[in-house]
């Protein structure tokens, strides 16, 4: 489901939500802010400017670029205009609890991997067609954790494991 698609309430689209946060930021960032910006995301300062100003309109992408260079997830960026989104235990909550609990379970780690940048670790830790799940999905699965509690616990391991990884980068000279 397209995120832009969605209507928090129904009088304020998901893109007046994200542009309203996006000019909170650049505010409070102050002087300079938009041109970092630019340089961030690869566009030129009037692309930015006319954004902000509503000459132009982001595309989901650029949306979701912009969210990242300024150090949110599109989710986050948006939350900063909505109360309703910002408690949410974790982005996309909603349409992750409709799901079967293992695939809750996938999803949610999968939702943990990725706000630490860890993309594929389904791959390398067997996937769900896996015949031992890893541990902490286990742990779940056998009711240890509520979605919120195990959603906590997934960020503890990825944090740990970008730290691993940036570690071993730094060891090996990158």
Known sequence: M???AIFVDMNTPIYDKWLNSFKKVLKAQGYGAQSKLAEKVGKTVKHISDIKVERKRASLELQEEIA???GYTYQELIALDDPVIEKE??????????????ERAWAIARTAAEKYGITGFMSFS????AKEKPELIQRFLNG??????FYK?????????EERIKAEFAKRGF
Do not use: T
């Open 2 to 4: 397209l995120l832009s």
């Open 68 to 70: 990242k260079a300024l």
């Open 89 to 102: 235990p974790f982005p996309n909550y909603g349409q992750v609890m409709r799901l079967p609990l293992e």
């Open 126 to 129: 067997g996937g769900r067609d």
């Open 144 to 149: 240890e954790f509520n979605e919120e509690g």
């Open 153 to 161: 616990e997934a960020c503890l391991f990825f944090e740990a494991m």
